[in-house]
């Protein structure tokens, strides 16, 4: 909604002096205005069990920290010149963003956040430690603290969740419902956190769990009904999950050509966003014999070839979705306690063209390498349709 610029500083200040304030951001910059830094983060800190206000300002290379005392006058900063404004209590989100004709656009959203006051500034978690979903997962132990066991597991799907968020927030955060398709679920700890993520976002978030194994079916519909939540699972191969309304379709290190055929069922079924952490690569491996000049330099070291072919196996897969009208990047992911594979694709559906440049760099991949990827098998019918375009 639109508001008086000051009267929207106003309401952001009295959230910082809520004993529930968690975090201010600022950041971007007004027209015709220069801000002393670039992004300004303000947060309650305890320093010798006095509560004080940090503010860590960086000019994009370096950081500045300084503490100040709670009545600190906040107003001049917030009036000089930021574009978007923020403050976060545990349970309310309060956002300003300044327009180029100075207009002031407020926004209120729910949220859940945990109120840390150590003086050490400490990564944000997605979801808390104690959330019920990780002792249903027995990822924690009864005083809410993640196993030292599974802690590289809460790290995998925190920031598995913060990748999410990014696509969302410019996706497809007006929508009111969504349906999420956990391809290859396993025990279901990415898509049981998934789903508790979304649920205070949408109002009805669909969850649909696939795995061959029946085992594992049964111990997530368990895990479902201890958390009292709607989640359905079946015991199936990939291609034989009938086609369905799927807005973001995820992959968390499916072996081999399990990945290509969790994207190109994403595909298949119109996926707006599709996200895939590869694991273990064969099918590409065994296709190269030979390799162009003067390739040949790093591919006969068996080490290096094995995995200069799995890089390639994944640009191939996402100049795939390019091709198919998806926008793509390729970014670190924290990898998996079965694989050192740290890669994740990340599309989202979009209406842009696709250049003859990119279909021509493909095909003329394929042709000097000798391959056929097994994603372009799958899908060999829409790349078909989509060269007609």
């Known amino acids: 909604m639109k508001i008086e610029l000051s ?5 952001l200040l009295t959230r910082l002096e809520d004993p529930l304030f968690v975090r201010a951001v600022l950041s971007g910059q007004r027209r015709n205005m220069q801000p002393d830094y670039e992004r300004v983060d303000i947060k309650p800190v305890l320093i010798k069990d006095e509560l004080k206000l940090q503010i860590v300002s960086s000019d994009g290379k370096k950081d500045i920290t300084k503490n100040v ?3 600190f006058n906040f107003e001049p900063l917030f009036l000089s010149g930021y574009a978007n404004l923020q403050v976060d209590t545990t349970t309310e989100s309060y956002s300003v963003r300044v327009s180029k004709k100075d207009q002031a656009i407020a926004g209120i959203s729910k949220v859940k956040l945990t109120r840390e ?12 430690e104690s959330n019920q979903i990780f002792k249903a997962l027995e990822m924690s132990d009864m005083l809410g603290r993640i196993k030292p066991t599974k802690m590289d597991k809460y790290k995998q799907v925190d920031e598995f969740l913060r990748l999410m968020s990014q696509l969302i927030d410019g996706q497809i955060s007006d929508q009111k419902d969504i349906s999420i398709v956990d391809l290859g679920c396993g025990h279901a700890y990415l898509t049981f956190a998934v789903q508790e993520f979304l649920k205070d976002k949408y109002q009805n978030v669909s969850i649909l769990g696939v795995d061959e194994r029946l085992d594992s079916k049964e111990h997530n519909e368990k895990v479902a009904t201890k958390l009292k939540v709607k989640a ?4 199936a191969k990939i291609a034989d999950i009938p086609n369905q309304k799927v807005d973001i379709a995820i992959a968390l290190h499916a072996c081999d050509t399990a990945t290509d055929d969790a994207i190109s069922w994403a595909v298949k079924n119109n996926s707006k966003i599709i996200m895939a952490a590869p694991c273990c690569m064969h099918q ?4 190269v014999k030979q390799s162009p ?3 040949g330099l790093l591919t006969k070291y068996g ?3 094995e995995r200069l072919v799995d890089l390639m196996t994944d640009s191939l897969r996402a100049q795939i979705l390019k091709l198919l009208g ?3 990047d390729i970014v670190e992911f924290i990898g998996g306690e079965h694989t050192a594979r740290n890669l994740l694709i990340r599309a989202v559906k979009s209406d842009s063209s696709v250049s003859d440049i990119d279909r021509q760099r493909y095909i003329q991949m394929l042709e000097q390498w000798q391959v056929k990827p097994y994603l372009a098998t799958l899908l060999e019918q829409e790349l078909k349709a989509a060269a007609q375009i």
Not at 284 to 287: E, G
């Open 69 to 71: 005392e709670m009545d």
């Open 117 to 128: 006051l150590s003086h050490d500034r400490q990564k944000q978690r997605m979801l808390p």
């Open 284 to 287: 590409l491996q065994t296709q």
């Open 293 to 295: 000049e003067p390739w």
């Open 303 to 305: 080490l290096v070839k």
């Open 232 to 235: 359905n699972f079946v015991a």
């Open 326 to 328: 998806y926008k793509v």
């Open 7 to 11: 009267d929207a500083v106003k309401q």
